[in-house]
Structures are given as C-alpha cells and as structure tokens.
C-alpha cells in the first residue's frame, strides 16, 4: 500500500458508484433536502455518469497513473508538496513548535508530505512507512538524513493490531509481522495517505482483493491513534464527506480534536478526495478509545474472513443499520454539512468546467431537463419527498 499520487491515483476501490445502496440513498436524501450545494452537486455527478466523455476521462488519468515515467513520478511528487503548501496556508498544521519535532508519515512514497513537514518545521524528524518497490509500492523521491524510513507493508502488522495467534491455514501466515514500528516513540504530526493501488494488487491473496481497502484503512487509523501524541495533529485523505464510513470517521475526530477539511485546488477538484486536518487530538479519550478497539475488529474480521454461516449469522439487519444511520444524521448531520458544503463547493465549481460536462451533448441534457421542469438527477429527489421520507425515519426533529 502506498501513497495517493496526486492528481491521478491508480486506486483499485473506485468510490464511484452507479448504484448507491439504501444507506448511501439515506444520507444523500437528508444531504439534498438540507444543502443547495450538495444538491446541485449531485446533479453534476449524475450527469457525469451519463456522459461517457466522464468515464474517458478517468480512464486515462488511471493509465497514465499506471505508466508513469520517472519525470512525471517526479511531477507528482512536487504536486504533493503543492499541496502541502495549501495544508499550510489554510491550517497552518505543518508548523511544529521547537519543542516538537517527531512526525510519522504513513504510506510515505514518495514523500511530498514529509518534503512539506520540512519545508514548515526544518528542525524535524521524519519516521516514515512505505510499501517496498518489490511489492509494487512506489519509489521514494525525498533524500534527506533528518527522515527515517522502514519498507513494510503496514497491514500485516499482527501484533500492532493485538493478533498474536495466526492460523497455520492462513493464505498469509507466512507475511504477517510481529514487528511494532516505533513501539516506544510518539508523535506530534501524523499522515495518512495510503490508498489501495493496482500495482499492488498481483502481490496479495484472492481472500484480500475485496476487503483491501478496509484493511489498509483501520491499520493506518490504529497505526496513527496509538503513535500521535495527545494534542498531536492528524493529517489523512478521505473520499466522499457523504460516504458512510466517512461521515462516522469525521464524527468520531469531531468529538476527539478540533477538525477542518481541505479540499485543495492543487488538484483532486473533481473528485470526492479531501483531507481531515485535526489538531490537538486526544487519542486517550473514551471516544477515540472506543474508535481503536472497532477499527481491531474490522481489521481482523477482514483479515480472518468467518466462513459463510458465521458472516450471515453476524449481518446486521436492514432496519438495524438504518437506525444507526438515522442515529448519526440527526446527531452529526448539521455538523456534517457544515463541514462538507466548502469541499463540495469546490468539486462543483470544478465539474461545470470539466470537459466531459461542457459538451453540447450534455448542455442538451441539462437544457432539456430544465425546460421540462425536472431535476438533471435521478439522485436529487423531489424536497418534499425527502423531507417525508427522513421525518418517517424520526431523523431532523
């Protein structure tokens, strides 16, 4: 697992979707019917899906993605330190004290971030995770002697993330690590960038392809949550403010740091990526506790997959899920909003100048739509509608 290269990440868990599920319907319902800007953006994407010139597009941001050279790995790697240059300018995150020095840079090729760190904080330390080249991981770019970096892949870390027993059976019981990277340090500044890559892909197990990103995601929160100092800032790339686990992760920072998000302009403007920027985390708090143990669990559930009885016998049921889900719309929901509409201002305003919506074909769409009086989108159903539908579920009272 390694880094987003931005602009153009070879990601494997796509999180577009053509067919949103009952809860991803739930949220965009209570989103539409409460925000201008989610709404006209759901317009925008739906169009985009519509419009074939869209999927073009992404196809050869991924290919190019794929068959880097090494000048444009290198353009990537400046356009990662761009970003840092946003992060700073809008959080001022990147600027440590003298007294703290101690970064962690998960997922760390090809280093842009650290490079930023640096650049804000030179009397820094930079301990960094990457995934090695022999297993599809990216190179590393940044040379310096103030950065510290072990090649690993970071969900395997067993004992990090409290499995000491592995099954002989086990696919992998031959690539789990025992190993506990900078057991005894802590950290004032910790990033998460690491996404799932193709290039990864040939190198890990069948019973792994599905659950990757899951995977890589819990092992890079526990990672984070049990090295970040308490007042630490927690730095890490996200997709989609409205996706579910999105929004329980942002809920979850909301009750134990002071959070903001970014969305650079640097590039990603079209996409659902944004980072979480949260300052003076407390990862001793109940909440954040709490947090850790439930991110163990995923992290061995999709690890030790139970057999197809057990995994039926433990699915949650329909109603049950939409109760939580309904639970947090109606506690973080506004929170929510708040925090999204400027992240997906900016992908709006981005999508009306993307190519693919700029054509007559889709100005004829969206010309043909308006004059019948209709949405542009199926998504965006009637307010009415939606209103009816949230208040039956008990949620905005």
Not at 69 to 76: A, G, K, M, Q, T
Request: hydrophobic content about 35%; proline content about 6%.
């Amino acid at each position: 697992m390694d880094d987003n290269i931005a602009p153009v990440t070879a990601l494997v868990n796509d999180t577009r979707s053509r067919e949103p599920d009952p809860v991803s319907q739930l949220i965009s319902s209570f989103l539409i019917a409460r925000s201008r800007t989610f709404r006209e953006l759901a317009e925008l994407r739906d169009e985009g899906w519509n419009n074939p010139q869209g999927d073009k597009h992404f196809k050869k941001q991924r290919q190019f993605a794929d068959e880097a050279s090494d000048r444009e790995r290198r353009i990537f790697y400046n356009l990662m330190r761009q970003i840092g240059d946003e992060i700073q300018d809008v959080t001022g995150a990147l600027s440590l004290p003298q007294s703290h020095k101690e970064v962690l840079d998960i997922c760390m090729a090809p280093g842009g971030y650290s490079a930023s760190a640096l650049k804000y904080s030179p009397h820094a330390r930079i301990s960094g995770i990457t995934l090695p080249d022999s297993l599809g991981g990216h190179p590393l770019l940044i040379k310096d002697s103030r950065v510290d970096v072990q090649h690993m892949d970071i969900t395997m870390l067993a004992a990090e993330y409290g499995v000491s027993d592995i099954p002989e059976d086990h696919p992998d019981v031959s690539n789990f690590s025992p190993d506990r990277p900078w057991a005894k340090k802590s950290f004032d500044l910790v990033f998460c960038d690491g996404q799932v890559l193709r290039t990864h892909t040939p190198h890990v197990a069948s019973y792994r392809k599905q659950r990757e990103a899951s995977r890589l995601s819990c092992s890079q929160l526990i990672l984070a949550m049990q090295r970040i100092k308490p007042g630490g800032t927690f730095i890490m790339l996200l997709h989609k403010v409205e996706m579910w686990n999105t929004m329980k992760l942002l809920s979850v920072f909301n009750g134990i740091s002071q959070i903001e998000l970014l969305k650079p302009v640097t590039s990603h403007k079209t996409r659902g990526s944004f980072y979480l920027i949260a300052k003076n985390v407390q990862p001793h708090h109940p909440e954040a506790l709490v947090a850790i143990k439930e991110w163990k669990e995923a992290w061995k559930k999709a690890t030790f997959p139970p057999s197809a009885d057990e995994e039926k016998q433990n699915r949650r049921g329909f109603v049950e899920g939409h109760e939580e889900v309904s639970s947090l719309l109606a506690s973080f929901g506004e929170r929510l909003i708040e925090l999204g509409e400027p992240v997906w201002q900016i992908q709006k305003d981005a999508l009306r100048q993307a190519p693919w919506l700029k054509t007559k074909e889709a100005k004829a769409v969206r010309t043909s739509a308006k004059q019948a009086g209709v949405p542009a989108s199926s998504v965006s159903v009637d307010l009415t509608e939606a209103s009816s539908m949230l208040g039956n579920l008990g949620i905005g009272k």
